[in-house]
């Protein structure tokens, strides 16, 4: 049964990250290197897997944080465009928790402008601005919100902050997708309006370096929360891998643990969550065999990184499959998203993870098949076997009732995802070979036939 004391450990661990996480955004926390300096006066310098590969971000994404104070009765726009890439949205944060979102195809373009996050729109339109009020007020209900506003919950003078996601950003653009980034511009009090460098002198903008923050455990605290679960040297994994949502950071650390968790944990997908996206986790390990497949059913998604002329739909906005180490040091090991796998007949998807000396021979796109190499490190903690698996879901159509946002209880997972829970099948490579090769797929990515070598640009 958990206890009082387990329950305390476990939230004071997820207050310890939350406050490392935010020591390590704040200005000067650390060292970083002259490229990665603060970009202009109001955004910090990017964050993804290559410049700081904590906290488990997926490969495809970039994120870009502001902090600012405005001056009381001043009124704080952001100008921008939108970027060539799949996705993007700006969030509001107080104390690390998510204030208020804007996604995309939520705001509103300028007159004369597209927004080419719309379903039937012009992904290559020219005019392609936004402006969105950053507004000093709690979020209020739907009816009462002005259009491309984004709420902070945060009173003057107190400090406010806002990311700038941007996820698979088009062919041949860089991580801002091919634009710049949003520029201040402010209005105070008597009328006079500030742009650029006088903008962010009036907000007192402070550009977080985006140092790395420390991990949620040492190693050796990872082991020992393992061991306290008794049950066995390959745990957390199990011989059939068992998806989890994740919650929150107590509930996973109590799973862990191998305690009785809570029925009805609080989603918060952690520090500076996505709210467009939700996740279902797997543990996962080599001593159950060397080959691992994960088939599902194939959410439908636009089709972008080729710079499509027009903007798909689909029953989610995005998705991935991302391997990665374990909490002593959350860090992301490679992704699979959903361009990257072919379209078989059976409208199924299959990943295949292995150590490269155990790639079936028919582990390839020409069989139907992904191949991603196994954690090398494992969990990153000393065991070389095991590792972790995350599907990332983003942005469900309405209408759709199988994502990982649909998931309100532990257990309730298989149900709700219903034909789109993945089935993990651990295998000898004598048994994947034997299998044959699938030939001929409906539609191979157009991508090169090795698309876990693409980075982000």
């Given at each position: 049964?958990?206890?009082?004391?387990?329950?305390?450990?476990?939230?004071?661990?997820?207050?310890?990250?939350?406050?490392?996480?935010?020591?390590?955004?704040?200005?000067?926390?650390?060292?970083?290197?002259?490229?990665?300096?603060?970009?202009?006066?109001?955004?910090?310098?990017?964050?993804?897997?290559?410049?700081?590969?904590?906290?488990?971000?997926?490969?495809?994404?970039?994120?870009?944080?502001?902090?600012?104070?405005?001056?009381?009765?001043?009124?704080?726009?952001?100008?921008?465009?939108?970027?060539?890439?799949?996705?993007?949205s700006l969030t509001a944060y107080k104390a690390t928790?998510?204030?208020?979102?804007?996604?995309?195809?939520?705001?509103?373009?300028?007159?004369?402008?597209?927004?080419?996050?719309?379903?039937?729109?012009?992904?290559?339109?020219?005019?392609?601005?936004?402006?969105?009020?950053?507004?000093?007020?709690?979020?209020?209900?739907?009816?009462?919100?002005?259009?491309?506003?984004?709420?902070?919950?945060?009173?003057?003078?107190?400090?406010?902050?806002?990311?700038?996601?941007?996820?698979?950003?088009?062919?041949?653009?860089?991580?801002?997708?091919?634009?710049?980034?949003?520029?201040?511009?402010?209005?105070?009090?008597?009328?006079?309006?500030?742009?650029?460098?006088?903008?962010?002198?009036?907000?007192?903008?402070?550009?977080?370096?985006?140092?790395?923050?420390?991990?949620?455990?040492?190693?050796?605290?990872?082991?020992?929360?393992?061991?306290?679960?008794?049950?066995?040297?390959?745990?957390?994994?199990?011989?059939?891998?068992?998806?989890?949502?994740?919650?929150?950071?107590?509930?996973?650390?109590?799973?862990?643990?191998?305690?009785?968790?809570?029925?009805?944990?609080?989603?918060?997908?952690?520090?500076?969550?996505?709210?467009?996206?939700?996740?279902?986790?797997?543990?996962?390990?080599?001593?159950?065999?060397?080959?691992?497949?994960?088939?599902?059913?194939?959410?439908?998604?636009?089709?972008?990184?080729?710079?499509?002329?027009?903007?798909?739909?689909?029953?989610?906005?995005?998705?991935?499959?991302?391997?990665?180490e374990g909490l002593a040091t959350t860090k992301t090991?490679?992704?699979?998203?959903?361009?990257?796998?072919?379209?078989?007949?059976?409208?199924?998807?299959?990943?295949?993870?292995?150590?490269?000396?155990?790639?079936?021979?028919?582990?390839?796109?020409?069989?139907?098949?992904?191949?991603?190499?196994?954690?090398?490190?494992?969990?990153?903690?000393?065991?070389?076997?095991?590792?972790?698996?995350?599907?990332?879901?983003?942005?469900?159509?309405?209408?759709?009732?199988?994502?990982?946002?649909?998931?309100?209880?532990?257990?309730?997972?298989?149900?709700?995802?219903?034909?789109?829970?993945?089935?993990?099948?651990?295998?000898?490579?004598?048994?994947?070979?034997?299998?044959?090769?699938?030939?001929?797929?409906?539609?191979?990515?157009?991508?090169?036939?090795?698309?876990?070598?693409?980075?982000?640009?």
């Amino acid at each position: 049964m958990r206890t009082r004391r387990s329950r305390v450990v476990t939230l004071a661990v997820s207050l310890a990250v939350s406050l490392a996480v935010s020591l390590a955004l704040a200005a000067g926390a650390g060292e970083v290197a002259a490229q990665d300096a603060p970009r202009g006066c109001f955004w910090s310098q990017p964050w993804n897997v290559e410049t700081n590969n904590v906290y488990y971000q997926d490969r495809f994404a970039t994120y870009w944080l502001a902090r600012f104070t405005p001056p009381a009765g001043a009124r704080l726009v952001l100008r921008g465009e939108f970027p060539h890439a799949r996705y993007m949205s700006l969030t509001a944060y107080k104390a690390t928790q998510t204030a208020s979102g804007l996604p995309d195809h939520a705001i509103e373009p300028d007159p004369g402008s597209v927004n080419p996050f719309r379903r039937g729109a012009s992904r290559r339109a020219r005019s392609r601005a936004y402006t969105v009020a950053v507004a000093p007020a709690a979020l209020p209900p739907p009816a009462e919100r002005e259009p491309n506003a984004l709420y902070t919950d945060a009173p003057p003078g107190v400090a406010q902050e806002v990311m700038l996601r941007v996820y698979v950003p088009d062919r041949g653009h860089g991580w801002e997708g091919g634009v710049a980034l949003p520029e201040p511009e402010i209005t105070l009090a008597d009328g006079t309006t500030l742009a650029g460098a006088a903008a962010c002198a009036a907000v007192a903008s402070n550009p977080p370096i985006v140092a790395s923050p420390p991990p949620p455990f040492t190693a050796e605290q990872y082991n020992a929360l393992k061991a306290q679960a008794g049950a066995g040297p390959l745990w957390p994994a199990l011989s059939t891998p068992a998806w989890r949502t994740y919650f929150n950071f107590s509930h996973t650390v109590c799973v862990l643990r191998g305690l009785e968790c809570d029925p009805n944990p609080p989603k918060n997908s952690g520090t500076y969550p996505n709210p467009d996206n939700d996740y279902v986790y797997a543990s996962i390990h080599r001593g159950y065999g060397p080959v691992l497949e994960i088939t599902a059913r194939r959410p439908t998604t636009p089709r972008t990184f080729a710079g499509r002329s027009v903007m798909g739909d689909g029953e989610l906005r995005y998705w991935s499959l991302c391997t990665m180490e374990g909490l002593a040091t959350t860090k992301t090991v490679d992704c699979r998203f959903d361009e990257d796998f072919p379209s078989r007949p059976d409208g199924l998807v299959s990943l295949v993870l292995s150590r490269r000396e155990d790639r079936p021979r028919n582990a390839h796109l020409r069989c139907g098949h992904v191949w991603m190499e196994w954690p090398p490190d494992g969990d990153g903690a000393g065991d070389a076997d095991a590792g972790v698996v995350f599907l990332r879901h983003m942005l469900p159509a309405p209408g759709f009732a199988h994502a990982a946002h649909d998931v309100t209880r532990p257990g309730d997972e298989r149900a709700v995802l219903g034909p789109y829970y993945p089935t993990a099948t651990y295998r000898t490579v004598a048994e994947f070979e034997a299998r044959g090769c699938r030939r001929s797929p409906a539609r191979l990515p157009r991508l090169g036939a090795e698309p876990h070598r693409r980075t982000l640009p």
